[in-house]
């Protein structure tokens, strides 16, 4: 008797973003899950980590807590699409990039907290 597996493609997890002087914002993330020998290969590869995160970022939603924030109006800036510019310029913002890094890997390992789809 055999054993049924089942191989997803993505995974929507919720990030949490320590945006300074303004509190905790939170994001749904959607990753591409790679196999465990694609993952290997960042670590022996010479490829540059953003390139890794635009490539396997499939979607960003949020952020929940903006009203409460203490995020002043003139600060806030909409990246109007997720894609290999908007990332890029999300990524520039040293707190959104390390917590995409950490979501991508922990994702990728199983540690993630999945968002809760209604």
């Not at 002087?21 to 591409?32: F, H, K, M, R, S």
């Not at 490829?47 to 009203?67: A, F, M, Q």
């Not at 600060?75 to 950490?102: K, M, P």
């Amino acid at each position: 008797m055999g054993i049924v597996i089942v191989k997803q493609p993505t995974a929507t997890v919720e990030m949490d973003v320590e945006v300074p002087q303004a509190g905790t914002l939170g994001y749904d993330v959607t990753w591409t899950l790679l196999d465990a020998d694609e993952l290997e290969s960042f670590s022996h590869s010479k490829r540059d980590v953003i390139d890794i995160i635009i490539e396997n970022c499939k979607g960003i939603e949020g952020p929940r807590g903006l009203d409460d924030s203490g995020a002043e109006k003139k600060n806030q800036r909409t990246v109007a699409e997720i894609d290999e510019a908007g990332l890029r310029e999300i990524l520039q913002i040293n707190y959104y990039r390390r917590a995409l890094v950490q979501s991508f890997f922990a994702t990728q390992q199983g540690r993630a907290v999945y968002a809760a789809k209604n």
